[in-house]
């Protein structure tokens, strides 16, 4: 198979994993947690105040986890589990392949679509100082230009309410999709060619597909949508997308110190290098500057960051109103398309606003994964948030592996732990 034809494939089986996995990423790794820490006690124990064989037992997890796989070259996790008496991260493995440089859970990574939540809870945060109105047509909140765009592709931009971008049921089409993008991939992927896209010139390409439906009627994750999000972050405050979403999610407050957006921002003083991450043989180094930079990707951070955001999230540290935290969690199950809608596929009836809702039993997990390996979620009815970064894209080995791991492991560690499980907040 020639180089080109390889990463096209690759490009189309990350696409896929996209769509697939950002909607099952949190939910998969995210109900394996909760459904081993409910049946080992759950949490709103008596606090153990010994969690050394916890620890090791991650450890110990994340040791086999990575020694397991030939070109697996670091994992780490970090936990706040404030009724299991637990706020510990941990890391195996080094920065890069060759390399003599341990990770540790302070390394940063590329989160790729976790970056939605953020910019979900950015918008939603204009939403309760009454600056945007989320049924609302787009056409309030865009640039005339970006609408011309959109409007020369076809779409009724009248038509497109901001709650449709948040649920991916805008039906615009997504620009990793395109000819455009597919031609550039080979060349992308494996470094030959460095190029800053602009948030125009990707509003372009995702016009070169037809619309997946009309607004409303069909779910299709689209990052196309999210960088309009981008775009209207930055009207309406007047700031860059990073600088608005900072403020509005307030980083400083929840002591998020190791998180940024690439190009948009510098690496804040005092933070280590970001970890190479692969897929295959190529490198997110050779992906820099990344081409999800706006909106629907670009982010980076750690694992401790994004458990800390995702729990802020419900335990008051970034909503000022109580509904916000609802509204968010409004789902296509509660408000949206019906399953039959979705042309066969299986419906993500689990996707709320930039966040996805996972369910194991009676027990909900909230979160979102991202393409380079990374995800972040929370357990409201146990208080548990939870971080994982790797190295190594590829889902099936990684995220299977470690959630099937993660449930051995953990369960084995939690059996001597009693508890009641508290209700959900």
Known sequence: MSDGKFIRKIIMKNLLYRMAASWGLAVLAGSAVIVLLAACGGTGAAPSHDNTKLQQTLQIMLQDFVKSDDVMTG?????IAPHLD????TAIGVTERGGSVPLTPEHPTYISSVTKSFVAAAILRLHEEDRIDIEAPITRYLREDHLQILKDGGYD????TVRHLLMHTSGLADFFYTKTFDQMAPKLMSGELVHLFTLEEQLRMAM??????????VYHYSDTGYILLGAMLEKITGKSMAAATRELVDYDNLGL??????????????????????YGDYDSYNNDPPFDLYGGGGM????????????ALFKGGVYAKEDTLDLMLTTLKDKGPKPEDFNGRTTPDYYGLGIFRGQAGDIMTYGHGGWWGAYGFYVPSLDIAIGVTTT????????????STLLEKIQA????????????P
């Open 257 to 278: 110190k190791n998180t940024w957006w690439a190009v948009l921002e510098p690496r804040p003083v005092g933070v280590l290098p970001r970890a190479h991450q692969y």
């Open 413 to 424: 560690a939690c059996r001597p732990l009693s508890a009641k499980s508290p209700s959900d």
């Open 392 to 403: 190594r894209q590829e889902y099936s080995k990684t995220i299977e592996g470690f959630s």
């Open 75 to 79: 994992a780490s996790i970090y936990v």
């Open 208 to 217: 070169e597909d037809k619309s997946y439906g009309k607004p409303g009627e």
């Open 300 to 311: 980076i951070s750690t694992p401790e960051d994004m458990a800390r955001f995702f729990q």
């Open 157 to 160: 931009v009248d038509q497109i």
């Open 86 to 89: 637990l706020e510990w991260g």
